[in-house]
């Protein structure tokens, strides 16, 4: 039975090449995100060291403009509303939770208290980018916190400002290969992700090598990246001669977005060879995010390890297990989504979800993984393509109780034992380790927090199981001891507090307020305080919407009223006569009537502790206005004398084809995930 399954995994690798083979050829040999208003405007980051933040949420906005019509809040955002990069940078570093701030270094030291000037000039990558964006710090809209605008307020949090998207998956583009063939090779990845997820952020080392009057850059060196740049697009017929002082081997070059300028390169573009290493190649998958979403993690900084593990023989440990143990805050609460990295393109495995009661131990969470009624819902993980970030619906919604515990549980497995794999003339590419967050004193993760009985480890599922807080590992020469799991809960939490921010929509001088509320019985009559505001009226609607187990219905309240004067106050909703929703924030915000989409204005409501009382309103309807590896410390930038001799360059952009298909037959590869899913379980121990 074996040798027919190890026979069946080498035809279906066979087969997914060939198939792949035949989704290349329909590539299509141009390609220009530009042509389908999928990439946004070309921005400056002038002198500072923020292109790793530039070429973020430029592949984040990318990936929106592709799906924006899947997004039930596009007049929020808006095909014309950037992200904030300087959120990004500024809270990466300057969150008032330390845990969640990456250690500044300068001159190989952790500098305490950066100045707000050397903020901007600290170099990043798109893991640092992903571990901010991933516990849904972000990201805001540029116009909330503009890259050119004054310096947050110190001790605010990321979370002062509305988030604007969600990162739902992130993909590490790689070559999809094992150790006897290459499968997808890196340039077909980047073109496939390119179609479907849209811009790519990545680093590449940068030096004097671009060609200004082609706007061409090559470099062969393998030299980690030292600028990031955002790919939005390919001609795989632009010639090698453009290039200089050194050509490479063919034709072929990738185009690609820059963050210095319109005045710089192609209109703020330039093209590079197929030859560049490319390193960190990421592309985000987006979504709409959710107010009502509560995300439970230890590691605050994300991936920034592997961790594997060895027996006290010293033998790598093959499939060893991690759980993470959260807490529950609230009530009412149903876990949803887990979200976990994936350190291996060829792996199988479950995350299955425990009920612990009270009781958090290692001795507990083994007992729990023999209970039947313990375990409340098992993902069933199976990756062949892609390592990366995900988020995954769970099965099974699991209701949770305040105070009770819950476990996560993470059990990794290579697709195919090393004995199978021998068999099969060595196709498995699979290495044992696990997604960690490490802290590393003197390093940009010196703030990690590794808390005792948050994760645990063993070598298998019936082994004893450890706190990862004592476990002693290498990370290059250095020991270090502790980790924390990079696995994720996110659950839904119905409320009745008023939200963090709300969002009004104005035209003309009216105002549109929405809300969401859960109430037993329905909403009649609706009054507020605040000031700015007259001739309140409102429009009650049921909404269809999961409770997560608690009584009644949600309902959204929207409001219309006169605008009277800038910045208006709304402090509480008085439903019913009683004022049982008030505001519980004091920050104001200042960007009213900024914001222009579509001939309407975004804007933001200050929650003020003090106001003026409205007149009720008993209106059953009204008229309501629509709506809907890092790159090193010398990152470089353009001296003047270069930006000044870039500044009139013209070059013509090739023709670039729009559209198209291709790429392989994703129904293929789940068929093959299948098949290997049964090598692995079926084998014979």
Known sequence: MRKILALSLVFCMLALSINIAAG??????????????????????????????????????????????QYNHGKYL???????????????????????????????????????????NHPGNPQMALAFLSRNDGPIREIDLPYSGAYPVAGTSPRDYKQALRVKNATYIESLSSDKMVIINKEQMIKLNLMNLGAVDTGVYWDKNYVSSNAAYYNPSSR???????????????????????????????????????????????????SQDIRYA???????????????????????HEVS??????????????????????????????????????????????DLGTENSPENVKAAMKDPDKIQSILPIISVANKGYTTSPLPIVVPLSKDHYFAIFMAYAPLVTEELDSEIGGFSNFTPSIAAEVKIPGYRTAYAEIGANETYYAFSSDDVYHDAKDYTFL??????????ACIKGFTYTPDERLPDDWTIISADGKAQLSISLLRETEPKYISVKGQGIENVLHKIELEDSDTGGA???????????DVTADNPKIT???????????????????????????????????????????????????????????????????????AESNQNTTTKTPASGGGGGGGCNMNFVAALMAIIFCVKFVRTK
Not at 324 to 331: E, I, L, M, R
């Open 309 to 354: 593990f060895t027996d006290e023989n010293g033998k790598e440990v093959e499939s060893p297990v991690v759980v993470n143990v959260f807490k529950v805050k609230g009530d009412h609460e149903k876990l949803r989504e887990i979200g976990y990295y994936s350190t291996n393109s060829e792996a199988v495995g479950f995350l299955i979800v425990l």
């Open 282 to 304: 990421m592309a985000f998958e987006t979504e709409a995010p959710n107010p009502r979403v509560r995300e439970y993690l230890h590691d605050d900084l994300g991936f920034t």
């Open 572 to 642: 509480s909703l008085i439903i019913d006569g009683k004022e049982t929703i008030t505001g519980n924030l004091d920050r104001m915000f200042t960007n009213y009537d900024t914001d222009v989409d579509d001939g309407e204005v975004s804007a933001y409501v200050d929650i003020s502790k003090v106001g003026v009382s409205l007149s009720l309103m008993n209106l059953s309807e009204s008229t309501v206005i629509d709506s809907t590896d890092s790159y090193e410390e010398n990152n470089y930038t353009p001296s003047e004398k270069e």
């Open 475 to 484: 990370v290059g020469d250095q020991e270090v001891t502790g980790f924390n």
């Open 24 to 69: 290349e050829e329909s590539l299509p040999s141009t390609y220009d995100l530009r042509t389908l208003g999928y990439v946004p405007a070309v921005m400056n980051q002038g002198t500072d060291q923020t292109c790793w933040t530039f070429a973020a949420m430029t592949a984040m906005k990318s990936n929106y403009l592709m799906n924006a019509d």
């Open 551 to 561: 009584k009644g219905n949600f309902y959204t309240l929207k409001l219309i009223c």
């Open 224 to 274: 980690r990246g030292s600028h990031a740049v955002t790919i939005i697009g390919w001609d795989d017929n632009y010639s090698r001669e453009n290039f200089s002082p050194i050509k490479p081997a063919g034709n072929g070059a990738w185009l690609v977005q820059n963050s210095w300028g319109t005045e710089w390169g192609n209109n703020g573009y330039f093209w590079m060879s197929y």
């Open 78 to 120: 808006g095909s014309n509303s950037d992200l904030s990069k300087l959120h990004l940078a500024w809270y990466s570093f300057k969150n008032p939770d330390k845990k969640q701030n990456f250690a500044f270094i300068k001159n190989n030291s952790v500098v305490e208290n950066p100045a707000n000037t050397d903020i901007l």
